[in-house]
């Protein structure tokens, strides 16, 4: 059914004065419950302090690349893990004068578990930390606050102070140690070069210089030794042939013909050689001794007369002992060679084993000295770490590493955060009146009782012709009447009630003891 505005407020009052006493009831008891809950509900004061990290100073440019400077944002995310250790909660709680000695460790845990809960960490800054603590009491809300801050520099800057402290002795310890494994290491390759005479700079230099010397001796030695010999095989032959012409030529042609075999043996080096090479020059000099020899014979046959005897043109033949003389120089220089060869072969053998050795002993020498410059150059590098560390140590000593100071402190709250008094009492009048009014209209929509005539026109279609008002005897009207008189005073009441506790919440008279947390 549709009804319109005023059928729908008509139908309201007829109701309310039918459910007035129940109405009213509801209204008061609504609007007095959330009057006492505004009264007791525990009040929210909360405190908090605001602390500055890293300021700037004059002595991190002057130490820049010296000392290390702790990062500020690690004392922003590491400040929740501080302030919830138990040595800062104990003292958290000595701080706010909670009764712990009655309390059972169970009961302690759970009480720092709460007071953490009402603390609120955060980062409102790039350098700046808040920290905030509510709780039912203002005086302990302030205390608690303001140790927070204290406690929060005193253990960031014993921490830092002990972090530089440990590191400052970890890398001294380690200097120590290396500096024993360098002696060591020192040690060790200076006993090495000491014993081992291979082990010099430069040995293997001189090793393969002197291999290669000996190498290309042996091979000029080789090829010198190559040619005696086929110069002494030559001059045997020639002195075969030289016996023998002797007896049957006279010793002019001998000449002659030795000239000749001389000249065809230079012609024949002058194509390989030139005239320079001692082969050439030597048979030179001997072409020019024997054409001296045989013009000499020429004038010696012209002034000699007669024969002579065989057998002493042949011992006497300038020619055949130059050819002996020749021979026995060749086959020394043979001898020598062969001797040179044999001992260059010896020191070549000996200066491979030598160069055997000398690579072993540069691996050995390699790898003491590698180990040596790996201890130093780790030792140099701990040494300038421990001067750093020592600084840094020094700084967080004397408090210049990190600055901490309190940018804003915690202030004694004056007025409690949240809903208050005056928020539940507008409330409770609010859905004093709002509760009711919404029980009326649901129970016109879900009651089917007609209440208004226009109900039977619209849903029987029937035509009312009268409507009888309800009748009531005097007694009936008077009890009425003392009914509705009660009504409103109970709802004068209720108005009287929330004046007078508005009254002594202004005048500060209405006391009402805090809920502690213990």
Avoid: C
């Amino acid at each position: 059914m549709q009804l319109t505005l005023e059928q729908w407020i008509r139908g309201l009052l007829t109701e309310f004065r039918r459910q007035k006493v129940r109405l009213v009831l509801m209204f008061t008891v609504i609007a007095l419950t959330m009057l006492v809950v505004g009264i007791y509900v525990p009040k929210r004061y909360e405190s908090s302090t605001t602390i500055l990290i890293g300021e700037k100073n004059i002595i991190e440019p002057l130490m820049e690349g010296r000392a290390v400077q702790t990062d500020v944002r690690s004392y922003g995310r590491n400040a929740r893990e501080i302030l919830r250790s138990r040595r800062v909660l104990k003292d958290i709680l000595k701080t706010g004068e909670w009764d712990v000695d009655r309390m059972s460790p169970v009961q302690v845990e759970a009480l720092m578990e709460e007071v953490f809960e009402r603390t609120r960490i955060q980062s409102v800054g790039a350098n700046l930390l808040k920290i905030s603590y509510a709780d039912s009491n203002a005086e302990r809300a302030f205390k608690v606050a303001r140790r927070y801050a204290e406690l929060f520099i005193k253990e960031s800057t014993e921490t830092k102070r002990n972090e530089s402290r440990e590191a400052f002795e970890f890398i001294q310890n380690q200097v120590k140690q290396y500096h024993e494994k360098l002696l060591e290491a020192e040690k060790r390759l200076k006993e090495f070069r000491s014993s081992s005479a291979d082990a010099r700079p430069g040995s293997q230099t001189d090793v393969d210089n002197r291999i290669s010397q000996l190498r290309q001796q042996n091979s000029e030695t080789r090829l010198r030794l190559s040619e005696e010999l086929e110069r002494e095989r030559s001059i045997v032959r020639q002195l075969s042939g030289e016996a023998v012409f002797s007896v049957q030529l006279g010793k002019e042609e001998q000449i002659r013909d030795r000239i000749a075999e001389l000249q065809n043996q230079r012609d024949n080096l002058l194509l390989n050689y030139y005239e320079t090479h001692p082969d050439v020059v030597s048979l030179t000099h001997q072409i020019k001794e024997l054409e001296e020899s045989l013009q000499y014979e020429i004038e010696q046959r012209k002034n000699m007369s007669g024969s002579v005897d065989k057998e002493k043109t042949v011992q006497r033949s300038p020619l055949y002992q130059e050819l002996r003389r020749q021979l026995a120089a060749t086959r020394t220089q043979i001898a020598t060679l062969r001797t040179r060869l044999r001992l260059t072969d010896q020191s070549l053998s000996e200066e491979l084993d030598r160069s055997a050795r000398v690579a072993n002993s540069e691996a050995q020498l390699a790898e003491l000295t590698r180990d040596y410059e790996v201890n130093r150059n780790i030792y140099q590098d701990l040494l300038r770490r421990r001067e750093n560390a020592r600084v840094s140590m020094e700084l967080d000593m004397k408090g210049q590493s990190i600055a901490f100071s309190i940018r804003e402190p915690a202030s004694m709250p004056l007025k409690p955060k949240g809903l208050g008094l005056l928020h539940f009492a507008v409330a409770g009048i609010m859905l004093g009146v709002a509760l009711p009014m919404g029980y009326l209209a649901f129970l016109m929509q879900v009651n089917p009782k007609v209440r208004l005539p226009a109900t039977i026109r619209q849903d029987l279609g029937l035509r009312v012709l009268a409507s009888i008002p309800p009748l009531y005897t005097p007694s009936q009207r008077i009890f009425n009447r003392v009914v509705t008189l009660i009504l409103v005073m109970i709802v004068v009441a209720v108005f009287l009630t929330y004046g007078y506790v508005g009254y002594l919440r202004y005048t500060q008279q209405l006391v009402v003891p805090p809920l502690d947390v213990s």
